[in-house]
């Protein structure tokens, strides 16, 4: 007796443009559900950028802050206060804020996020940072990530060149140097600059108000515990977080609060369903194709699980076949839209064997909506 696998692979193998088809359907879905959970990742992954570069243990903010492109500002004075609390080694204030970028030999305007914070204070794990803050110190000085999106100018090679200029809030502005960060869904383009320069770009300022408190702290300290200390020590008009907690939650507004994470996993399960009519439909047809070979396998005294391993074998074989050529695609459209939207789009294991499972379960499910056919496979009715 023949194993189901073997004799599933035939049937397959017999109608050449029927496989194609089915292997083709099976392939789109798993690019759909690659390419949207991929989209999905890139936006939290870089929704974060700038939260794990953050030189810190433990976050203040304002309680009505939603995300980091809408901060809402708190006193300096919860920044003197936490400094006291037990575990504290030191505290930065940053200011944010959008500013208006104009570059030599570019009549557009745009909008770019800008960061000031205390130069004398290591307070971004960017090496290039820390290397160039001295830079900031002098005069109205800025560093510019390069990679920002490329309507904001070709920051290295000019800078590279000589010296380069800027108009900041229709101020002129030197460009001390360069680091890089990446973009984001809401974050085209970034700026560091000293608080003292952030406060003449932003005169209407108040300077005793700030948007982000970053917190470091002494070797040892336990950032739970210190959180709880300085919650405990601050009115309730600011927030406290540990790192991890200011990043969990900058991806949940993303993922629940915005529509786009409900937009990607809404791709997925459209994914899922594309390719799983696709399969079934192409199994439902092979079944009533070979209606009367498995009637005869069940009058030589096969089991209905037997008939039925064989249609789950196809739907097996079809997982395989669409999804190979499937994920070798994924990886070139990847590529592309990573060079098209400087989103961190990878595929990581986790991500690739997530869609594996979703293409073996898709097909299954379309094999056991076929099996409803296969059921019916009555030999007395066939050769009655």
């Known amino acids: 007796m023949q194993s189901p696998f073997t004799l599933a692979w035939r049937q397959l193998s017999r109608e050449r443009l029927r496989l194609l088809?089915?292997?083709?359907?099976?392939?789109?879905?798993?690019i759909l559900m690659l390419m949207q959970l991929g989209f999905r990742d890139a936006l939290f992954q870089s929704s974060v950028r700038f939260h794990v570069r953050l030189n810190g243990d433990v976050v203040i903010l304002n309680p009505k802050s939603q995300f980091l492109v809408q901060l809402k500002s708190f006193t300096r004075r919860r920044l003197d206060q936490a400094r006291a609390v037990p575990g504290v080694e030191?505290?930065?204030?940053?200011?944010?804020?959008?500013?208006?970028?104009?570059?030599?030999?570019?009549k557009v305007l745009k909008q770019i996020i800008v960061l000031g914070f205390d130069p004398r204070i290591d307070a971004?794990?960017?090496?290039?940072?820390?290397?160039?803050?001295?830079?900031?110190?002098?005069?109205?000085?800025?560093?510019?990530?390069?990679?920002s999106r490329p309507e904001y100018g070709a920051l290295a090679k000019d800078l590279a060149e000589g010296t380069l200029?800027?108009?900041?809030?229709?101020r002129k502005t030197r460009v001390a140097g360069t680091?890089?960060?990446?973009?984001?869904?809401?974050?085209?383009?970034?700026?560091?600059?000293?608080?003292?320069?952030f406060l003449r770009l932003f005169p209407a300022r108040n300077p005793g108000l700030v948007d982000i408190g970053l917190v470091r702290l002494a070797p040892g300290a336990d950032p739970a515990k210190v959180r709880d200390r300085?919650?405990?020590?601050?009115?309730?008009?600011?927030?406290?977080?540990?790192?991890?907690?200011?990043?969990?939650?900058?991806?949940?507004?993303?993922?629940?609060?915005?529509?786009?994470?409900?937009?990607?996993?809404?791709?997925?399960?459209?994914?899922?369903?594309?390719?799983?009519?696709?399969?079934?439909?192409?199994?439902?047809?092979?079944?009533?194709?070979?209606m009367t070979e498995y009637a005869t396998l069940k009058a030589m005294g096969h089991k209905s699980s037997y008939l039925y391993g064989i249609v789950l074998c196809q739907s097996i074989i079809l997982a395989l076949l669409g999804y190979l050529p499937g994920?070798?695609?994924?990886?070139?459209?990847?590529?592309?839209?990573?060079?098209?939207?400087?989103?961190?789009?990878t595929l990581t294991a986790p991500l690739c064997l997530s869609v594996f499972v979703l293409t073996l379960v898709m097909c299954c499910l379309a094999g056991m909506m076929a099996l409803h056919k296969l059921r019916r496979a009555d030999p007395a009715e066939i050769f009655g």
């Open 21 to 30: 088809v089915a292997v083709s359907g099976t392939g789109f879905a798993v």
């Open 90 to 106: 030191s505290v930065c204030g940053f200011y944010f804020s959008l500013g208006v970028w104009k570059y030599p030999r570019m």
């Open 124 to 147: 971004i794990k960017i090496p290039e940072v820390s290397a160039q803050l001295a830079g900031l110190k002098l005069g109205e000085a800025v560093l510019v990530d390069r990679a």
């Open 165 to 170: 200029d800027v108009e900041l809030n229709d």
């Open 179 to 197: 680091f890089v960060l990446g973009t984001s869904f809401g974050i085209d383009g970034t700026v560091l600059t000293s608080d003292v320069n």
């Open 230 to 290: 300085i919650a405990a020590t601050l009115p309730k008009d600011v927030l406290v977080l540990t790192m991890d907690e200011y990043m969990a939650r900058e991806i949940a507004f993303w993922n629940a609060i915005t529509p786009i994470g409900y937009v990607f996993n809404l791709g997925v399960v459209i994914g899922l369903v594309v390719g799983g009519i696709i399969v079934s439909q192409i199994l439902f047809a092979d079944v009533s194709d070979h």
């Open 327 to 345: 994920l070798a695609l994924s990886a070139v459209v990847y590529h592309a839209a990573e060079a098209a939207t400087q989103l961190p789009m």
